[in-house]
């Protein structure tokens, strides 16, 4: 199994550097000399391993069961990092530095503002108890916003490269996780870099999926029923009934699409040398559209259950 301790994480991606830097965006630079923390820093090879390292164990450990993908856009609305909190290795992008949306700026204090409330509630609760003479030891304290802004389920670290994707989507699949696309539909360009000749970011997160032996999930259906006025007005009224398929292109694109582990064997063994191996074997938008999304799962027949516990 190629579930990572921290040393057999770093030892693989040191061997792997080579490969692992040619993925380096144009402004991602890094350097064997080691530079003061400052506005200019460049972290040295060391410390972006161990960042990866941070990100890996973060994802495998996060507190929700589903990891969201998607464009920029998903991390630009408040009330999805706040519901479902965002994984960082050694810094967030929040506390790197303040951005907006909209008219919101947006730093560690906003996104922990639920936060804020628990602590009141917890020494409220406190307090009551010293006053009535019962115990509160079996209260939950609160904690500082480390399992909301480090653990969550939106990549959001302050150091991003592709490098830093992989260790999320590797650290994700070894826990088995299921991944929800939060798009209505998929272009190409989300997939492939034609200028460059090299998969786009949500394209190497799919291709992780797929060498994980993850599937798309199809969607269930269901049955609408709607009230209807008889012709002639007796008192009465019926009600007609409509399927809704699974491939409406309308329900489709209302609930994204959803990719859980169809093979717990190969979750627990793709591994980072693996995974950078067959990111090389694509070659288009075209390609990667066809292995992902060629093929799903029946919603009816899927049983995540019985892959976690086979």
């Known amino acids: 199994m190629a579930i990572y301790t921290e040393q057999a994480f770093k030892t693989e991606a040191n061997a792997q550097w080579g490969r692992i830097q040619n993925d380096l965006p ?12 400052g506005k200019n820093y460049v972290p040295v090879i060391a410390d972006a391993i ?52 909209g008219e919101v700026s947006i730093t ?36 500082e916003g480390s399992e909301l802004l480090y653990k969550g389920s939106i990549l959001n670290d302050g150091f991003w490269w592709p490098f830093v994707n992989d260790a999320w989507v590797l650290g994700a699949v070894h826990q088995l996780k299921i991944f929800h696309l939060t798009l209505a539909s998929v272009d190409d360009d989300l997939l492939w870099d034609g200028a460059a000749a090299r998969c786009r970011v949500l394209g190497r997160e799919l291709i992780g999926l797929k060498t994980a032996g993850y599937s798309l999930v199809g969607l269930p259906s269901w049955v609408t029923t709607k009230p209807v006025v ?38 627990l063994n793709i591994s980072l040398t693996s995974y950078l191996a067959e990111i090389d074997k694509y070659k288009s938008a075209a390609e990667i559209r066809t292995a992902i999304f060629g093929s799903e799962v029946s919603y009816a027949a899927y049983d995540y259950r019985a892959i976690v516990e086979s």
């Open 26 to 37: 144009t402004w991602h630079k890094l350097h064997t000399d080691r530079r003061k923390p």
């Open 50 to 101: 161990a960042n990866g390292w941070s990100v890996y164990h973060n994802a495998s450990s996060s507190t929700l069961k589903e990891m969201l993908l998607g464009d920029v856009k998903l991390r630009s609305e408040l009330s999805i990092l706040k519901n479902f909190g965002t994984t960082a290795g050694t810094q967030t992008m929040m506390a790197l530095r303040p951005w907006k949306v």
């Open 108 to 143: 560690e204090d906003v996104v922990t503002e639920s936060l804020i409330e628990q602590k009141k509630q917890y020494t409220a609760a406190i307090a009551e108890g010293v006053r009535l003479g019962k115990s509160t030891d079996s209260l939950v304290k609160p904690n």
């Open 230 to 267: 008889p012709a002639v007005a007796s008192g009465f009224s019926t009600a007609s009934t409509t399927g809704v398929k699974a491939t409406d292109a309308e329900v489709r694109a209302a609930l994204g699409f959803t990719f859980a582990p169809n093979s717990k064997a190969k979750a």
